[in-house]
Nanobody, 123 residues
Framework: QVQLVESGGGLVQAGGSLRLSCAAS????????MGWFRQAPGKEREFVAA????????VYADSVKGRFTISRENAKNTVYLQMNSLKPEDTAVYYC????????????????WGKGTLVTVSS
C-alpha cells in the first residue's frame, strides 16, 4: 500500500519561509516522479511543482517560479518543497503525489495522494 505523508506546514508571516517534506512508503519511489499540488479554500486543487526520478528535471507553476524549490532525497524516499518569499495567496493545503513521469504529475495523471499539510501565510 502506497503511503505519502506530508509534514512541515504551519503559520508564517508574509515574506517568510517554510520547508515541506513528503515521506513515501510502500514502493520503489526512486524510479518515480513526485510532485506537489495545493488547494486553497473555495478553489480547485492546482499544480505547484514536480520533479523527475533523478532530480535532474523540475517544473513549476508560474505563480511559484523563483520562490519555491522542489528537491528529493531518494535514499530517504522523501521529496521536499522549499518555499521562500511566501505570500498570503500561498495559503492552502499542500498535497504530495507520485507518478510515472514528472510531466504526467504536472497534469495530475497520478494515482496516489497524501492527506495534505496546511500552510497559512498571514499578511
Amino acid at each position: 500500500q502506497v503511503q505519502l505523508v506530508e509534514s512541515g506546514g504551519g503559520l508564517v508571516q508574509a515574506g517568510g519561509s517554510l520547508r515541506l517534506s513528503c515521506a513515501a512508503s510502500g514502493g520503489t519511489f526512486s524510479i518515480y516522479a513526485m510532485g506537489w499540488f495545493r488547494q486553497a479554500p473555495g478553489k480547485e486543487r492546482e499544480f505547484v511543482a514536480a520533479i523527475n526520478w533523478s532530480g535532474g528535471r523540475t517544473v513549476y507553476a508560474d505563480s511559484v517560479k523563483g520562490r519555491f524549490t522542489i528537491s528529493r532525497e531518494n535514499a530517504k524516499n522523501t521529496v521536499y518543497l522549499q518555499m521562500n518569499s511566501l505570500k498570503p495567496e500561498d495559503t492552502a493545503v499542500y498535497y504530495c503525489t507520485v507518478g510515472s513521469d514528472y510531466l504526467r504529475v504536472q497534469a495530475a495523471r497520478v494515482d496516489y495522494w497524501g492527506k495534505g499539510t496546511l500552510v497559512t501565510v498571514s499578511s
